[in-house]
């Protein structure tokens, strides 16, 4: 499915989610600091994994609109998951769920 990358997340008040420099954090930026921040468990992946991992932040950042697999968003989802505060989790989340309960 298409997604527009550059919706700003926001929280459940409905404010925009800003990072500690005060810019907008964007489903790019959520998507691609998900993918490439190493973690414990992304240590452990392949080299295969790490350059999937690569490829999908690297199409991410070259359009505004690219096509993204339920399955990939199933893995930003837990990707994200491993990065961020509870607030941007939260509203990564539900944007994903929101995403892929249909399918």
């Not at 998900?34 to 199409?59: C, F, I, M, P, V």
């Not at 950042?61 to 968003?73: Q, V």
């Amino acid at each position: 499915m298409k997604i527009n990358v550059l919706q700003v997340l926001k929280n459940f008040q409905g404010k925009v989610i800003q990072n500690e420099k005060d810019v907008d954090l964007t489903l790019r930026a959520i998507f691609t600091n998900g993918l490439l921040t190493t973690t414990k468990r992304s240590q452990q992946e392949s080299g295969e994994l790490k350059y999937a991992r690569y490829q999908l932040a690297n199409l991410i950042n070259t359009e505004d609109e690219p096509e993204i697999t339920s399955n990939e968003l199933k893995q930003l989802r837990v990707y994200i998951g491993e990065v961020y505060s509870a607030v941007v989790v939260g509203a990564a989340w539900d944007f994903i769920d929101k995403l892929t309960k249909d399918i």
